[in-house]
């Protein structure tokens, strides 16, 4: 079974200041990540995934993500937060041997500070 | 392109009933999915469609049932609820090609259906 641990509920940092959010994961074969924002009342936007190549995955809104096959991570980051980036992340995996099935972390909350 | 759809987005239901919630993917969009999304159990896999057949279910009950029709939108049916269905329930879909779909597929998410079941 693949599954997918976000250690921190919540994530406070000052705007201006970088932003990491953390992300393991455990499954058998290649893994698929994704990382995806949540703000209230909405559903998930997409933010950016890692399929092959590169550990390092550029995304949207200035997010990026770095791939860690040897600690199974795949930490989200932004150089500088902004106040608008406040939010709920999740991260996800994929793989063909889990059957194709989408497994999301429980959810890290984002809040930045003025 | 349009996103993903869903209506209705907010649905109030009192135990025992059945709802129907409905789902239109992204034009050229062949695969749909469908998570439920709670505060305690945060976001679950429901089941997968593509090409009107369902390729993968996560561990609901036989009242959680789905389906896709021809030309990708997919409903997804709630009977007999209980007050724990009580949820945001999301439709994501993702492009596929013609003959499978693929681990490596984005897929987008609607802004869900609120249910609330009293």
């Known amino acids: 079974a693949q599954s997918v641990a976000q250690p921190e509920d919540q994530v406070n940092v000052a705007e201006g200041n970088p932003l990491t959010v953390k992300c393991t994961y455990s499954?058998?074969?290649?893994?698929?990540l994704f990382w995806y924002v949540q703000y209230p009342n909405r559903g998930l936007q997409f933010l950016l995934k890692?399929?092959?190549?590169?550990?390092l995955v550029k995304g949207s809104y200035g997010f990026e993500a770095e791939f860690n096959k040897s600690q199974t991570s795949f930490h989200l980051k932004k150089p500088s937060a902004l106040v608008s980036d406040s939010a709920l992340y999740f991260c996800?995996?994929?793989?063909?041997?889990?059957?194709?099935?989408?497994?999301f972390g429980g959810g890290t909350r984002v809040l930045v500070k003025p | 392109k349009a996103g993903v759809t869903q209506t209705p987005r907010y649905l109030i239901k009192t135990r025992g009933q059945q709802v129907t919630l409905s789902c239109s993917p992204i034009?050229?969009?062949?695969?749909v999915s469908w998570y439920q999304q709670t505060p305690g159990q945060g976001l679950q896999f429901l089941f997968e469609?593509?090409?009107?057949?369902?390729?993968n279910k996560g561990n609901f009950p036989g009242r959680f049932s789905g389906r896709q029709f021809s030309n990708s939108r997919s409903e997804m049916n709630v009977s007999t609820l209980e007050l724990g269905d009580s949820a945001l329930y999301l439709c994501?879909?993702?492009?596929?090609?013609?003959?499978?779909?693929?681990?490596?597929?984005?897929?987008?998410f609607g802004p869900g259906t609120r249910l609330t079941v009293l």
């Open positions: 890692y399929i092959t190549g590169d550990n």
């Open positions: 034009s050229g969009h062949r695969s």
């Open positions: 994501a879909s993702s492009l596929a090609n013609v003959n499978s779909y693929s681990s490596t597929d984005t897929q987008y």
């Open positions: 499954v058998s074969g290649n893994p698929y």
């Open positions: 469609y593509f090409s009107e057949t369902q390729r």
């Open positions: 996800a995996v994929r793989a063909a041997a889990a059957g194709n099935k989408l497994t």
